[in-house]
């Protein structure tokens, strides 16, 4: 394989990953083989390019090599496979669970009975391997060990309330930085797209040249959210507790689903909960039931929203100075 | 013996990385040794053996922690050995972006933390070029698409390497790099085998301890800056 890569000319090299173009540089013979080019390179220049000649043409290999490999767009998941473990005891955790795209699920349960345990035993593909003892299978298969490591970066999103973004660049630049990394066509419409999207979510509405360390918490999880619907090549999304004023929840999870990722939320939010189809009960480490979100639960979706946009009216109204002197009639504890 | 080097910037999680991950091989029993190289203080020592590892702390002093490390480092392999040691672990802080310590042979492993930025993977030099494995650290502080970004520059500073997500306090990534310091290649001595990168190769009067300005005091390799030039 080396020695047909090596025949490349630089030029068609550069093509092929713009990496490669970064690392080398301007060149004054475009033509020159790969071959041609390194064996000419003195001291003077691999100095300057901080490589020995041998890590040099490994290094320039792997990249035209791998080129093709990144621009596959989105990993593909027919489904995902839960196998119960232990709970805290050790006694046996009754659970075999599968998903696929397009499931939402919440995962609820006291304060350190174990939610945080059950979605990193996703993140990492448990085998068995960790304090819970739960498999996780994709696609019906145990992951091999050589791959299971590289799967499941690709695997996994994360959203977690932890979470901002801290690199100092304008919304614009810096999604348009990650359509690029996606290997998109048009990075700069696909970075209109997801900021259009996530000035959806957001209650207040930000542009593509604001610093991103200047969104509001509303705003960054929007954007967050956004972004991982349309540019995270993960087709699974877990989603640790985040907190959700200041954006359309309903509107967040439709996009999830509808870009075809499993979710799984850890959340209390009655409103979240009863979006998803199941919820998972989780106590003393194991779970311990999972629920089929009902059409009667479902159909009390209509008034949990409803109070919900009251409540963030008042906050509204708050934002903009006024007093609360008079709260509107559904409040009264009586009425 | 495994000998495996731990380099990375300065506060980026080598050290809860290297705790999270012997917990892990030390379920497998596999016994650790540990060094640290710094340059005039390091309070990594107590935290090992805290954690029960056999640690040594060598300080540099006014030479480069990495220029130390090579003189030092098959003694040190010769010390984990005296202990009986599985895998011998040399963490080493890259205070100059230029020096690494990388041997041949021996896994070299390449710390990064998302904080430091999109564009960092491409200005630290052979200590991430050369790494077999990078580990990224911090990620549970930094959005989704700054992790994406970041490990896609690092996939390109080196194409090569495996890059393994990991969260140095929950332990998040150690089962990956368990499993890769235990493929580590076996070695008995270090004794012949080459850093995979030349340290560099300057010797000044300020190397050897000249503190005044100016170019009567400029002596041995020696590099001057060139300057726009100024429009009249
Ligand atoms: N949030 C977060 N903090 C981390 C992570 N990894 C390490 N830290 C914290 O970062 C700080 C520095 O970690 P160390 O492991 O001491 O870093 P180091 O690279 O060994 O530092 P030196 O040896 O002094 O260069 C500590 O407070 C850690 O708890 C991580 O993944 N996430
Ligand atoms: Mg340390
Ligand atoms: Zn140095
Ligand atoms: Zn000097």
């Known amino acids: ?335 | 013996m495994r000998v495996i080097t731990v380099a990375g910037p300065p506060s980026v999680g080598k050290t809860a990385l290297i705790l999270k991950t012997a917990k892990t091989l030390g379920d497998d029993g596999q016994k650790l040794a540990v060094v640290k190289f710094d340059c005039l203080s390091t309070d990594d020592d107590l935290l090992y053996r805290r954690a029960g590892i056999a640690v040594a702390a060598g300080l540099a002093g006014s030479v480069c922690p990495d220029h130390y490390f090579v003189s030092n480092i098959d003694d040190c392999l010769q010390w984990a050995e005296s202990l009986g040691a599985d895998l011998l672990i040399a963490e080493s802080a890259g205070l100059c972006n230029r020096c690494s310590p990388h041997v041949q042979g021996a896994l070299a492993v390449c710390v990064v933390d998302n904080l430091s930025g999109v564009h960092t993977p491409k200005k630290i030099g052979p200590m991430l070029k050369m790494a077999d494995v990078v580990a990224i650290t911090k990620g549970d502080i930094v959005s989704q698409a700054e992790r994406e970004v970041f490990a896609h520059n690092v996939w390109r500073a080196n194409p090569q390497a495996r890059i393994v997500a990991f969260n140095g306090l929950t332990g998040q990534g150690a089962g990956e790099l368990a499993f890769a310091m235990r493929g580590a290649p076996d070695l008995e001595t270090l004794e012949g085998r080459r850093l995979r990168f030349p340290m560099p190769s300057a010797i000044c009067s300020y190397c050897i301890g000249e503190t005044c300005i100016g170019e009567n005091h400029q002596r041995g390799n020696v590099r001057k800056m060139r300057f726009p030039e100024v429009l009249a």
């Not at chain 1, 290094?59 to 709970?87: K, N, S, Y």
């Not at chain 1, 909960?273 to 979706?301: D, M, P, Y």
């Not at chain 1, 008042?314 to 009639?329: I, Q, V």
């Open chain 1, 1 to 335: 394989m080396s020695a047909h890569l090596l025949a490349l000319k630089l030029d068609e090299a550069q093509r092929l990953n713009p990496a490669f173009a970064a690392l080398i540089g301007p060149t004054p013979k475009p033509d020159l083989s790969l071959a041609d080019w390194l064996a000419s390179l003195d001291g003077g220049d691999l100095d300057r390019l901080k490589f020995s000649r041998i890590e040099l043409e490994a290094h320039l290999l792997a990249l035209i090599a791998e080129a093709e490999g990144f621009r596959t767009p989105v990993t593909r998941l027919r489904e995902l496979r839960i196998l119960g473990g232990r709970d805290k005891t050790g006694g046996a955790e009754n659970l075999d669970l599968v998903l696929r795209p397009g499931a939402i699920v919440s995962v609820v349960g006291p304060t350190g009975s174990g939610k945080s345990r059950f979605l990193g035993d996703i993140e990492c593909l448990a085998q068995g391997d960790t304090p819970s003892g739960r498999r996780i299978l994709i696609d019906g298969e145990i992951p091999d060990p050589a791959r299971r490591w590289a799967a499941s970066g690709k695997l996994v999103a994360q959203l977690s309330q932890n979470m901002n973004f801290v690199v100092d660049l304008t919304v614009g630049d810096f999604i348009e930085m990650h359509a690029e990394c996606r290997a998109v066509d048009a990075p700069e419409q696909v970075a209109a797209e997801v900021i259009a999207c996530a000035n959806r979510l957001a209650g207040e509405k930000f542009s593509a040249n604001i610093s991103l360390t200047q969104l509001s918490g509303g705003q960054s999880r929007a954007l967050m959210i956004a972004d991982v619907a349309l540019l995270s090549s993960s087709p699974i999304v877990l989603i640790d507790e985040i907190e959700n004023a200041g954006i359309n929840r309903r509107q967040a999870l439709d996009l999830l689903v509808a870009s075809d990722k499993i979710v799984l939320m850890s959340t209390h939010d009655p409103i979240l909960a009863l979006h998803a189809q199941k919820r998972i009960v989780i106590a003393a480490g194991a779970v311990a039931q999972v629920i089929e979100t009902s059409a009667t639960e479902r159909a009390h979706l209509a008034a949990l929203e409803h109070y919900d946009r009251l409540m963030s009216d008042l906050r509204e109204t708050l934002r903009h100075g006024a007093r609360l002197e008079t709260l509107p009639p559904q409040f009264s504890p009586f009425g």
